[in-house]
C-alpha cells in the first residue's frame, strides 16, 4: 500500500494562531519530507528527516518548525504565519535506503493564511 | 546544485494524437528520474520512473527515454484520452545516506480536448 496521509485537508489561521500539520505512513519508509506547493508552481522541498533525524532545512523560516515523533509520523508546527505562507503543503516519503528511491506523496493540506 | 528544465509549459493535443514532454538536467550525479501527474487540487502521483542504467522504459501508453550522456529525459503519452488532461512534471532525483533529493522542472499543462 503506497498511501500517506494527511490531516487536515484544509486549515484557515489567522497570523496569531499556533496550528499543526500532520503526517503518516504505514510503509516502513524511513525517510519523510515535507514540501511546500504554490499555484502552478513544482513542489518546493522544506524539510527532510531521516531516520527520525532532522537532515534537511531547505533554509525555512522559523514559523515552521518540524517534528518527527516516531518513524510513522510527522509533524509541521505552524506559528504566526503569514499570508504568503497561504499554499498546499504536501508530506511525502521513501524508503531511506538511499538507492533511487521513489517518493510518494500524500494529498496535501491546503493551507489559508489570514 | 541541480537545475532541470523542462518544455513545453503548455501542450494542447486532440484525442488520439501522441504528446511528448522533454527535460534536461545539470548534475550528473542524478541517477533516478521520476514523472508525475498531478490533476487540479490533487497530490503528485508518480506515473512512471526511469533509472540510470536504463535508456527506456514503457507502461501501456506512456514511455519514458534517458539519454545519460545529452542528460536529457522524456515523456511519451501515446493515444491521448481527455482523462490525460493535467500538470505533468518531470523531476531528477539524487540518492543521499538514507534519502533522497527531488528537483522538480517547471510543469506541463496537457490539455486533451475530445
Known amino acids: 500500500d503506497t498511501e500517506v496521509t494527511q490531516t487536515p485537508k484544509h486549515l484557515v489561521m489567522g497570523m496569531t494562531n499556533k496550528k499543526s500539520l500532520k503526517c503518516e505512513q504505514h510503509?516502513?519508509?524511513?525517510?519523510m519530507y515535507w514540501y511546500k506547493q504554490k499555484a502552478k508552481k513544482p513542489p518546493e522541498l522544506m524539510f527532510v528527516?531521516?531516520?527520525?533525524?532532522?537532515?534537511i532545512n531547505e533554509s525555512v523560516p522559523s514559523r515552521f518548525s518540524p517534528e518527527c515523533p516516531n518513524s510513522s509520523l510527522l509533524n509541521l508546527h505552524l506559528h504566526a504565519l503569514q499570508p504568503e505562507d497561504s499554499a498546499l503543503y504536501l508530506c511525502?516519503?521513501?524508503?531511506?535506503?538511499?538507492?533511487?528511491?521513489?517518493?510518494?506523496f500524500g494529498p496535501g493540506t491546503r493551507l489559508l493564511v489570514l | 546544485g541541480e537545475n532541470v528544465e523542462q518544455h513545453p509549459s503548455t501542450l494542447s493535443v486532440q484525442e488520439g494524437d501522441s504528446a511528448v514532454i522533454k527535460c534536461t538536467y545539470s548534475?550528473?550525479?542524478?541517477?533516478?528520474f521520476p514523472w508525475y501527474k498531478q490533476e487540479l487540487g490533487k497530490r503528485p502521483q508518480l506515473i512512471i520512473d526511469?533509472?540510470?542504467?536504463?535508456g527506456e522504459k514503457k507502461d501501456q501508453r506512456i514511455a519514458v527515454t534517458l539519454n545519460k550522456t545529452a542528460k536529457h529525459f522524456s515523456l511519451h503519452i501515446t493515444e491521448t484520452q481527455p482523462e490525460d488532461s493535467a500538470v505533468y512534471f518531470c523531476?531528477?532525483?539524487?540518492?543521499?545516506?538514507?534519502?533522497?533529493?527531488?528537483?522538480f522542472g517547471k510543469g506541463t499543462m496537457l490539455l486533451v480536448s475530445p
Open positions: 511525502a516519503s521513501s524508503q531511506g535506503g538511499g538507492l533511487e528511491e521513489t517518493q510518494y
Open positions: 510503509m516502513g519508509h524511513r525517510a
Open positions: 528527516y531521516s531516520y527520525e533525524k532532522l537532515s
Open positions: 548534475d550528473s550525479a542524478s541517477n533516478y
Open positions: 526511469i533509472r540510470s542504467n536504463v
Open positions: 523531476a531528477a532525483s539524487i540518492s543521499l545516506r538514507g534519502y533522497s533529493t527531488l528537483t
